[in-house]
């Protein structure tokens, strides 16, 4: 099979052109519906906090007992962020002052200010995937070893990483990363920061924004807090342990999106995305999210549909998609170095070893 850094690279906006009349229409339209699961997941969330309320009341014996609840809720939160995901993609509804105010609920629990998601995510990272200019890739390792940096190599899978440094990672790694930009954009605001991976700048509007919203997002989480009486139990029970659950679940998706890939200097979607294989509840809870690759190259379509556009990928460019069991992406994740050396290298923090992102290739399914 023909190495990924062979491979003449191909814009996201050519397969799109090409795959876009083989869709049906239904397919570009927005799904309301989604903004129901939305409110759902909420509600989910409000009724565990209710029920930790009384958990002072309960006997420590009996305290087991609210794990599954902590586990749905945990649940609840990856589903609010890949459900406000496809909403400020516009799949969901197309009115953006809506947008925004559901945005600002449903991404809450992600300490994560709509304005800047929309800029992080939607205008930096989608337009720019897996370049030197992507916030969201793997540092180089020439690159200084700034306190971002440092987090990264501690926390993140890698054939280095500390299973104890991993287990803290997953259920913080999500914060780390919206601390990191947070503080870039609000307190520096320029492209000379360099404890991001790659940074960027928002207008003056768009900082106020970003600042309030997180005033606010603050604000929820106090009243969270506050309901639970600053109780100790009550708050790693109820508060704690389910985003730490749901951040973990939402960065294994983050981690196997792209980190695996080489680095391309063209946006072409089937060398720097990775699609997953995943049991297929996962895919009916998180919005079909493991197909990662269709989303980058249709950002805007319903998500119920990813699996039609992965059918036509495979007709079209089958030696080109990177299609991985999950299982095979964590561990190709744990057996490999977490900086770039170059595009198509990997290397750990010393810069010793060198292994090539090619290495993807002996486990894609066909």
């Given at each position: 099979m023909e190495l990924c850094n062979a491979q003449k690279l191909i814009r996201q906006a050519e397969y799109a052109k090409k795959l876009r009349p083989l869709l049906p229409a239904k397919v570009f339209l927005p799904d309301p519906s989604k903004l129901v699961?939305?409110?759902?997941?909420?509600?989910?969330?409000?009724l565990g906090w209710a029920i930790a309320s009384y958990l002072d009341r309960w006997n420590l014996y009996l305290l087991w007992l609210y794990l599954p609840l902590?586990?749905?809720m945990g649940n609840s939160v990856i589903v609010l962020l890949f459900s406000s995901h496809d909403l400020m993609h516009g799949s969901v509804i197309r009115n953006s002052h809506i947008i925004r105010i559901i945005s600002l609920l449903g991404l809450a629990m992600l300490w994560m200010p709509p304005t800047l998601w929309k800029a992080v995510h939607n205008r930096e990272h989608h337009n720019k995937t897996n370049s030197l200019a992507d916030p969201d890739r793997n540092y180089l390792y020439n690159q200084p070893k700034t306190w971002g940096k440092w987090i990264q190599n501690v926390c993140v899978p890698s054939a280095e990483v500390n299973p104890i440094s991993l287990i803290v990672g997953m259920a913080t790694a999500w914060g780390t990363h919206n601390f990191r930009n947070l503080t870039s954009v609000l307190f520096f605001n320029r492209e000379s920061v360099n404890f991001v991976p790659a940074a960027f700048t928002v207008k003056?509007?768009?900082?106020w924004l970003i600042a309030g919203e997180l005033f606010v997002i603050a604000m929820i989480h106090l009243s969270i807090l506050l309901?639970?009486?600053?109780?100790?139990?009550?708050?790693v029970l109820s508060y704690f342990l389910p985003i730490g659950i749901g951040y973990?679940?939402?960065i294994f998706y983050v981690y196997t999106n792209h980190m695996l890939c080489q680095m391309t200097s063209v946006?072409?979607?089937?060398?720097?995305?990775?699609?997953?294989?995943?049991?297929?509840i996962f895919?009916?809870?998180?919005?079909?999210?493991s197909y990662h690759t269709e989303h980058h190259i249709f950002p805007g379509i319903n998500s119920d549909y990813y699996?039609?556009?992965?059918?036509l990928l495979k007709i079209h460019y089958p030696e080109r998609l990177n299609l991985l069991d999950a299982k095979d992406a964590w561990n190709l994740l744990m057996q490999t170095p977490r900086h770039y050396k170059n595009e198509d290298t990997f290397t750990d923090w010393s810069g010793e070893k060198s292994v090539p992102c090619a290495i993807i290739e002996n486990y894609k399914i066909m």
């Open positions: 699961i939305l409110l759902i997941n909420w509600a989910i969330l409000i902590a586990i749905v003056t509007k768009e900082r309901y639970l009486q600053f109780d100790f139990l009550k708050i973990a679940g939402a946006n072409d979607p089937l060398i720097n995305s990775i699609s997953l294989r995943v049991p297929q895919d009916k809870l998180h919005f079909n999210f699996p039609l556009v992965q059918e």
